[in-house]
């Protein structure tokens, strides 16, 4: 055997171990990537979203305190409401309403007795001046719901119903009167989003793991 087919014959077993190689190596990177995908799109997903909508709603309290003395402060809560979405009530440790809008049926804060707002704005003092709490929308359960009683994949007992964030910012009128601005929005359910974004990821894990397969046989013909 001279060295020409020596040569070859080394390229020709070297040839599947480097496929292969790069093809494991392609195949690491692309199940890490979808790896970080998975535990940030549907394990964290709700970690994420409460965190967002909590940023949210303390950002829109900011702009609204820093506009409490305006005389066009029901037009701008207006907006903001429609805008985001969200119910907004403005009142004064006296028992009256500065401002209020109720946006949807599901509104909390709209419809608080006057002891309620007393005990909102004491958490809301308590904690510094800014207090955020969730409520379970619990009026909506069902207790005898069974899910062993049905067939097929119904709603596990378990699933989340949809839940009210209520984030209360304690501020000083002009005239020295302390208020409160109450803000009440709704978390909306992302088990839907969830079993979306799981699909997908099998999609994206198999269209991940042929291009991995064809890029190394690819590259280790060009190496070769």
């Known amino acids: 055997m001279n060295l020409i087919q020596k040569t070859r014959l080394s390229r020709s077993v070297r040839r599947p171990s480097l496929a292969w190689s790069l093809f494991l190596s392609f195949l690491g990177f692309s199940l890490g990537l979808v790896a970080l995908l998975w535990l940030f799109q549907t394990v964290l997903l709700d970690q994420f979203y409460r965190a967002i909508k909590s940023a949210e709603i303390k950002r829109t309290a900011s702009v609204i305190a820093a506009n409490i003395d305006h005389a066009e402060l029901k037009t701008l809560i207006t907006r903001i409401a429609q805008q985001d979405e969200m119910s907004i009530r403005i009142f004064t440790v006296s028992g009256g309403d500065l401002a209020s809008i109720e946006i949807g049926p599901s509104s909390l804060i709209n419809h608080l007795a006057v002891n309620d707002l007393y005990e909102l704005y004491e958490k809301t003092i308590q904690s510094n001046g800014e207090y955020l709490e969730a409520y ?5 359960s069902n207790d005898r719901y069974d899910d062993r009683k049905f067939a097929g994949q119904v709603p596990s007992p378990n699933d989340r119903l949809r839940q009210s964030i209520i ?15 109450l803000l ?7 088990t839907a989003t969830v079993k979306t974004l799981r ?7 198999v269209i991940l793991t042929m291009l991995s397969l ?4 690819i590259l280790s013909r060009k190496i070769a």
């Not at 699909?199 to 894990?205: K, N, P, R, T």
């Not at 064809?214 to 046989?217: D, E, G, K, P, V």
């Open 214 to 217: 064809i890029l190394a046989l």
């Open 136 to 140: 379970d929308r619990s009026e909506n």
């Open 167 to 181: 984030y209360s910012r304690q501020v000083t009128l002009a005239d020295g009167t302390s208020a409160v601005i």
């Open 184 to 190: 009440n929005t709704i978390l909306s359910p992302v």
């Open 199 to 205: 699909i997908q990821l099998i999609y994206i894990s």
